[in-house]
């Protein structure tokens, strides 16, 4: 508020800012839960919350801040290890703010966010970590390509199948035409020869019909029997060969 200074006896001691203050927290080592060593550094944003408190609560509330940020963060990364690290440094950064709300609440000050800038690994570390990346990459491309092996013989196989299916149905399928083509022929050589042998025997009923198929029968004999020794030279023939009105009779 409005206050009245009296010369020689009263002065202004302290001056605070209400205004967000940034501060760089100094390069320090910090040991993880797995022994590497890091080089961490970061960027505080705090503001003067009670100046009273600011004010007569600690002797230097920036410089009591940044020690508590610093040991704080060496605290929190002993609970890492250095994969999380890097995985977690959201998580790793509001734990710092939270640790140093606790502790500078009593100082007037809060503590808005806190940042870490650059996080230096060992140069073997680093090495290591490189090589565990290129390895990691390396088996992922393996596993890759023996998949995509893997589908391609798949797909192989699986097409090999379906044309071995395929083709079975077509063979299945040409079967069934043939053997249904097969009776449908023999059923119309069956009813043609039933026609035939109908015709032939009402031919025979009528009148001469039994002469009239004696003459057929001899005409075959005769072209038969010109044929004889066409395509052999040993010959099988009964003793009355040239009786042929006996052998028709018969």
């Not at 302290?14 to 080089?39: C, F, G, H, R």
């Not at 379906?162 to 097969?182: C, D, V, W, Y």
């Amino acid at each position: 508020g409005l206050n009245f200074l009296i010369p020689l006896l009263d002065r202004i001691r302290y001056v605070q800012s209400l205004k967000e203050i940034v501060i760089n927290v100094p390069e320090q080592s910090a040991v993880t839960l797995d022994n590497v060593t890091l080089q961490i550094d970061g960027v505080l944003y705090l503001r003067v919350m009670d100046p009273y408190k600011a004010s007569y609560g600690v002797e230097d509330p920036e410089y009591a801040v940044t020690q508590l940020a610093q040991t704080t963060m060496r605290s929190e990364l002993g609970k890492l290890s250095l994969d999380r690290v890097f995985r977690e440094r959201e998580s790793l950064n509001a734990n710092i703010v939270d640790a140093i709300n606790q502790a500078s609440d009593c100082w007037g000050i809060r503590c808005l966010r806190y940042e870490i800038k650059d996080i230096h690994v060992p140069p073997r570390v680093k090495e290591s970590m490189q090589m565990q990346v290129e390895a990691e990459r390396r088996k992922r491309a393996t596993v890759l390509e023996s998949e995509g092996t893997r589908e391609s013989a798949i797909n192989v196989a699986e097409g090999q199948k379906q044309a071995q299916i395929l083709a079975s149905e077509a063979e299945k399928a040409e079967q069934i035409n043939k053997a249904a083509g097969e009776a449908n022929a023999m059923l119309v050589k069956a009813r043609a020869k039933a026609e035939a042998i109908q015709l032939l025997a009402a031919a025979l009923a009528q009148q001469h019909g039994s002469a009239a198929a004696s003459l057929s029968v001899a005409e075959q004999y005769v072209s038969a029997f010109a044929k004889l020794a066409k395509d052999s030279n040993t010959l099988l023939l009964p003793a009355n060969t040239g009786d042929v009105t006996n052998m028709v009779a018969q």
